[in-house]
């Protein structure tokens, strides 16, 4: 891809990243039924500066697939509203028990325990309204409904984090811990490009590729946040490193390295890629996208 391209594909994902800001924004202006502490804890969590891989990968997708990203942004912002309650959620003393995130102080630090529950479920039912009022037509909303209950269910992202508490202390096989990636990282990678496409009006073939490439790029993205957990800087990262180690987690490094993590990381990436051929040129702006996460040092 030309240097011009590349520069090009980053003004837009930060114009992109500014659109999702904004639209969050107009969300979390509550009417006055909403109490002010609540709603200023939601705000905090929400708003706060984060890099919006999640809804860029749903508005990254939707292009892909030939649609508007501006059309795509409620459910872009639904994914995110999921992710922001899982962190606020698996940060409370009695998940992983975290006082930093994205820099600042975690929810439960800065507003007390019982009103970072309350966020996290205010999010969580939150992000299925949004999809229920802003997609069209009806049936796209209810697939869309379906896609991302299941991707933040029992068997995806709630049992990653179940199995990921009950595995601490315990040394694990690269099975078990892929096993715990593909449920708590990858299935809401896999279900935001999935919905860029179906939103998009893509095919069953597209889709499926999309889905694919979200599952293999988002266990990528763990490996690489495994590694950063133990070389990364708090500073640069906004929360606590070495945690995992801390905690008992086992990880890819302390299971087979570091450079043998990072290979797995690119071999994932290479067939993450291939699920993007069938969109050729369309599908540079996501490659790109991916491209920079592979690469990055926080």
Sequence with gaps: MALGSLETNLINMQALRQRIDDRLAE???YSP???????EAIQ????????RLRPLMVLLAHQACGGRPSDALGVACAVEMIHTYSLVHDDLPAMDDDDLRRGRPTCHIQFGESTAILVGDALLTQAFEVLATEVRPAGTAVRCIQVLA??????????????DLAAENRQLTIEDLESIHVRKTAALFSAA??????TASADAVRTAHLSEFGRLFGLSFQIIDDLLDVHGQETHMGKVVGKDQGRGKSTYPQLVGDRNSREQSQHLIDQAFGHLEVFGPAADPLRDFVTRLVDRKH
Excluded: D
């Design 27 to 29: 969300h979390v202006r």
């Design 33 to 39: 039924g909403c109490p002010r502490r609540l709603q």
């Design 44 to 51: 905090y969590c929400l708003l706060a500066p984060g890099k």
């Design 150 to 163: 299941t991707a933040a269910g029992a068997c995806h992202l709630i049992g990653g984090q179940a199995a």
């Design 193 to 198: 490009a999935y919905l860029g496409g179906l």
